[in-house]
């Protein structure tokens, strides 16, 4: 594969690019044929990709080839068409990964321009196999590429092109996977913070999928065998934690949001958030009661939390913080400024008390009680917190030894469970327990404006 | 549990808000991948043909619309779409519109078409879009403009105007402004920087063919595009800094920014110079700030919160003044204003943190700018003088306060302005060398516009320099002398003149000198020059009187200067006051108009002046009779003043002046050359006669017409009209010499008439004015030039009178006493005679009464024999009178008519002394007061008897060289003894009371 540099060296940029794809396919295609496992695509390979398509300065006295806008067009098309005419998936996913995944080189930056034109235009003209790469894709790659792909797409189908939406509404029907890996990309980079909220197109895109098909959220979860190739710091398997915190988060962070809408504009063309984020809160219960029988049928209940304590416990601090802040301005506000901040405890009540229920959070209420000490005062919470009975509604007594302190030594936990499956995914995942969700900290994936 | 939930009619609104998008983008997922592919090879996919660049246009709208990757290369495919237009509709203006026009229409629905793609999108996301489509649209309008810039119908780059109203009027262009403005509209509240930027880098690429977009945008957002233009280049200059810049920054890589900074604000400044202005100079305060008591609620953004930009804030602006004269007019006016301590006391801090070298490129920059500035160079020195003065010794103490140095930094910006200005206007002078060989390569001199505008403020500098203040004079000294070498003579000359006029005593005069000393090196013909500039001022009468004296008195102290370093070691200064003297006294006919001038101060130092410049080797005679005039009127002006303001106080001390001068000017006049010694002699004996005059000599007017003398009170202009001359008694016919005479005493039974109102004297001045007068002739008359060849024997001997003198007094007393010519003979008839001149021979008598002065005159005629031979009819009328009065006086003794007894006296004294009469009969007069008034006739009449018989010639004199004078030989006379006859019996009648003067009578 390296012996063709010399004939793509004089080549235009364009056909140059086109022939190293045809000799990228012709080559996967004998890695796969020749049957070697795991098939590997070699580094030289990987440095031509990044010389004649993703265009890196090779060297600093080269000057870096560009291609021309309309060549970039041609070369997408010419991508389209390859992955959609290549019918094995293997091939597919790995021409996709030899050129896309991330590197760690400096050619990362225009691989993920490449990308997200890629992923756009395919969104546009509904090319499901890239979709389905790039579903993929996301599951393997840190969050912080997919939350940039993320945005690549939200910017130009919800703010970028008017009329658009539509388009991007259809990755629902066309590839459930990519939709679900793009929920939680969104879901992740949209904290809801001061600048981080989702435009509204996007929530009614997202509230309208989730409402249509609950278990969309969990496909990603159900077609991973959970075959311990999580990678570090990539997305979560469901983008339910980040959902609950939308939820909860959101009659605070919109009351902000309204002050500024009522200063900026009469509000007149701007339709009112909350409706919709209740929606998504009852469509994010309702996956949550989905879950037992999910989690049996794959064995997992009550031993995978698909709800993170330790994301729970950022969402509360969080949340104290947000009442806080909430409390300060209250001191001058009207009497109504009681109902966001109750209704967002109310929220949170509700969604914990129904993830435990449903063994997405995998803990006890006396776990909970330090985690929402320093939170105000709420009737339900307050229920939630010491109701007289635990309900379990199946027949597993619920596992001692999730206790938080366990958390922390999960392979002591985990070794005298009696493991059902074969396979040993649970002590692979347990290698990677969880992921410390840095809400408190500053986000790394703000966009740059 | 219950789940919140209160969003029920979400669902409704869900559903239609996604069957309205499916329906508003209206393509599959297969038709678009078929635009697409359509787009890229710009083939008709479905119908196999070739697309038109319209359809293909549309085509990449709908991209546009539908593809959201797409939409870099469809901005990219549009360039290509504009620029089509563009060659379209200039080839269809060169075709004058013929061939082409459909196509380029054509095009301009789908440009429209575009641009409405464009703005709904910047409409509804100008956050996103705003940047993306500036950006697009000035890099395109760069390119457009720069690469049709050659064609034949585009106007010239430096026609602005009309490249403007060119690419306004075709679609493309202006669609693509339109856009641009829009994206600056709404990318302001947010980023302004950022489409400033852009457009910066945009101009510089494509300059001065993109200069119409600037000019288009920069008017439409005046205050934005300025100050983010300027805010921009501060950037760019402090981030480049300012270390690889010479004097004049026109190398290296990073000019073009501050470059195109310059031209565009050079472009918007022939509309918003103001708004430029205020921005420059809001810049420039704020830099000075100091950032504490900045406000926050300034943006982080703008440069104001950088202490590092605040620092770099005042060398860009020296920088960007450097380059653009426009710029630097238009703030440097106001610059000077803003310059007030605090401010000076922010500047000094913040300079002080500048490292020193970069300091001195300031220094230098600040002093090429200064020298460089068209207009207000004069308030800059002012300023700079004002600041860098110490402000007292005692005031400025041991410890330097924080003003020191602000002071200090002023005194070497001043320092090395003037080491600038020096080394440019010497330069420039070895150019104007070098051009005397090829006359062709004068222009070349070049201009320093400074010192082309301070040569108006010459005035002002020189009075500045004149108050020699310290330090400051020697500034202002210095460049006067740059700019007298740089202006030329004319400049020079214009500099030593001001200084002439304004300075007031010897110290600020001898700046002057120093002045001409350091210009005399490199230009001839200065003084003769200033003088006659001064001249020319005095002509347009451009001076006020407070400075024509001061000149006058400094020309005159000038020349003075001359005689009391005689012999002193000062010859630069006394060559210079003979240098003035000369030309002074080329110009002498002009000054003597001055003599007269109102102002008593002027003319004044005008006698100073003219009395003691000396006098031109030659001179044409209407000169000399024009100055002997006025110095005649000048000195009665005097010694009327003289007599007005009295001895006392510094008028007083002036008036004496005056007169002592103007009595020098007429002596030195009147040795000058016969021509001017007759005319003074004359003027003086008639002004001293004229009816204005007589009462200085104690005269008293005389009317001699005989006609009432109306009170000049009441009528001041005299005989105006006819009516009231003929109703006066015999003023219509002149009787007077013809057989008929008439007497007009008086009204019958009004008694005599009134003969004079004039208000008499203080005898005392009055014999002050005549001892004058008489000294002043009697000068005159000694020391002329008709015997100047001779010198006295002893000097301590008063000078002889001169005979021609005395005979040009004699013939004019003889024109103004007598009133006409007949009976003028020397020679004397019978005294019967005198029965037919009786009315002339008591307008002579009355002449003699109204004017006392003619005795004294008389006794210098008589002095300068023969000269009182011309006198012959006066005297002759005088004694006719004087006989006729004694004759017919009945009083007991001649004293009792003391007039006459005195006229009586002083006329037989004179005719001896004049040697009418030999000293037997001259000495009668000692006689008279002792006698009757018959007997005293007895004695006239002898005397007449002698005259009679001895004509009065002037042939009977014969110049005796032992005694310098004209003598007559008495004994060559006929016998005196029968004239002496009747003496001899008045003596022995009264021998009594004569008996001690008959030795006076023995023969």
Known sequence: MGDIRQSLLPRDVLSAAKELLYHLDIYICNLVQSGRQPPQVDAKTLELVEEFILHAPKDRNAPARKMSALQELQLLEIMCSCFQEQSRDTVRQLMFSALFH??????????????????????????????????????????????????????????????????????????????????????????????????????????SWIQEDPRLVL????????????????LDVTPLGSLVRWCVKAPLAYRNEKKQVLANRSADSEPDPRPLFSALHLSVLQVFMLLPNVLNEKGLFGRLALLQMESVAALTSDLSRLLDQADKHAHTSAAGAQVPPQLALDRLAQALQVAMASGALLCSREDLRPICSRLPHNNLLQLVLSGPVMYYNNIHTPPLAYSPHAAHSPIASHAPLPTRSPHTPLTSHAQYPAQPFMSGMPFAFRPGH | MSVVFDGSPLKATQSSQSHTAQTQTGLSSQELSQEIKSFISGVDAAQGRKLSVREHARCAVRLLRSVPACREVVLEHLRGVYNEHVSAFLHSLETDGSSSSGGSSNLEDIIQEVHGVLSEFIGLNPRAWAPLVSAWAVDLLGQLSSKHAERRVAPHASSLNELLQLWMSCAATRSLMEAYSQCLAAMLAWCPDACVDALLDTSVKHSPHFDWVVAHIGSAFPGTIISRVLACGLKDYC???????GLLGDKGSRVPKIGSVVGILGHLAAHHSESIRKELLRMFQESLTPSATLS?????????????????????????????????????????ELLRPPVLLQLQALLQGLPREELDNLLGLAVHLISQSPSGGARVLRFLADTATPASVIISGPTPSPHEGVREGCDRLLQTLLLHLHKLVFNRSDGAEVSLLNPSSSQTQRVIPFLEELRSHVGQLCAETLRLERKR???????????????????????????????????????????????????????????????????????GPRQLRQLLLNLAAAIQSRDEEKGGAAGAQSSMAVQVGSAVSGHLHDFCSLLLHGDTAVSHAAVRLLSCSPLPRTSPPAHLLLLSRAAVTHFFLVLRRRGETGNVGRDGGQAAESVSCSVLLLSRLAAYSPLTLKAILQQLVEGALHRGNAHLFGGQIADMSGAPISSPSVSPDLGASLLDINCRFGTTVNFSGSIWSVFHGGVIGKGLKVRTDAQLLDPSVVTQNIQTLLAVIVQCCSSSGLNASRSPSDPDDPLPINAEAAKVVAVTLVENVCPDVANGELSWPPEEHARTTVERDIHIRRCFEAHPVLFPLLQVVAAGRPALCYCSAALRGLLATL?????????????????????????????????LLPPVLANVHEAFHLLTPFEVRLLLLAVWEYVRGNAPLPQKFAFSSEKGLFCRDFSRDGDVARYVAPIHSVLHKNIDRLGHLCWRFQL
């Not at chain 1, 990309?185 to 949209?190: G, I, K, R």
């Not at chain 2, 981030?239 to 810049?245: C, I, W």
């Open chain 1, 219 to 234: 496909i990603t979860f159900l077609n991973t065998p959970l075959s311990g190739s999580q990678p570090i710091s990539s």
């Open chain 1, 102 to 207: 991330i590197q760690g080189n400096q050619a990362d930056e225009s691989r993920m321009v490449l990308l997200g034109k890629l992923v756009s235009m395919a969104v546009a003209v509904g090319r499901v196999p890239i979709l389905e790469c790039a579903a993929t894709w996301l599951q393997r790659t840190h969050r912080v590429y997919c939350v940039r792909l993320a945005q690549v797409l939200v910017d130009d189908y919800c703010s970028m092109v008017p009329g658009s939406v539509p388009t991007l509404q259809n990755i629902h029907s066309m590839s459930p996977r990519f939709c679900c890996q793009f929920i939680t990309a969104v879901s992740t980079l949209y904290d809801l913070s001061s600048e981080l909220v989702p435009p509204l197109e996007l929530l009614q895109m997202i509230v």
């Open chain 2, 239 to 245: 981030s480049h800094g300012a270390k690889d810049q």
């Open chain 2, 883 to 915: 006989l006729a009065h004694w004759e017919a006086s009945r009083e007991a003794a001649a004293t009792d008519s003391p007039w006459h007894l005195q006229a009586s006296c002083l006329l037989v004294c004179c005719m001896g002394e004049g040697q």
């Open chain 2, 296 to 336: 926050s609620a300034s943006s982080s953004a703008s440069w104001e919160s950088s202490p590092q930009l605040r620092r770099a804030a005042v060398p860009f602006l020296l920088q960007l003044a450097a380059m653009s004269p426009n710029l630097f007019g238009a703030v440097s006016a106001e610059l000077v």
């Open chain 2, 473 to 543: 004079h020697l500034w202002l000294h210095q460049l006067l002398c740059l700019l007298s070498v740089y202006g030329g003579p004319s400049v020079a000359t214009e500099t030593l003149c001001q200084l002439l006029t304004q300075a007031r005593n010897p110290e600020e005069l001898a700046l002057a000198w120093q002045l001409h000393t350091t210009l005399s090196s490199c230009m001839v013909g200065l003084i003769p020059a200033a003088v006659a500039h001064c001249v020319a001022q005095i002509h347009t009468h451009t001076l």
